[in-house]
């Protein structure tokens, strides 16, 4: 079974920086795609940054520039370091180990909020 811990939520004045760590069980980390996404109170979840197994990165428009999301596979980590923080970006962000390209499933974390004041 996959578990994924987020870690690193918070408040932050817009400007700000931030970064979310989320730590994988088990021994399939590093073979699969890892994802940020976000949801916002009354909006629906949306993708925020993957990387692959390869490290290949792809991100959100509105994020691209400002946001990072490396892995440590020595320590089944994926994070999203965030930067220039704007109060649009306050949402509860969930980490995802995404194995829907194996003929699996997506697995997701609880969740981590971050708020952004102005």
């Known amino acids: 079974q996959v578990q994924l811990v987020e870690s690193g939520g918070g408040l932050v004045q817009a400007g700000g920086s931030l970064r979310l760590s989320c730590a994988a069980s088990g021994s399939i980390f590093r073979n699969n795609i890892m994802g940020w996404y976000r949801q916002a109170p009354g909006k629906q979840r949306e993708l925020v940054a993957v990387?692959?197994?390869?490290?290949?990165?792809n991100y959100e428009d509105s994020v691209k520039g400002r946001f990072t999301i490396p892995r440590d596979n020595a320590k089944n980590t994926v994070y999203l370091l965030m930067n220039s923080l704007k109060p649009e970006d306050t949402a509860v962000y969930y980490c995802?180990?995404?194995?829907?390209?194996?003929?699996?499933?997506?697995?997701w974390g609880r969740g981590a909020l971050v708020t952004v004041s102005s």
């Open positions: 990387i692959t197994s390869g490290s290949a990165t």
């Open positions: 995802a180990l995404d194995r829907r390209a194996l003929g699996g499933i997506i697995y």
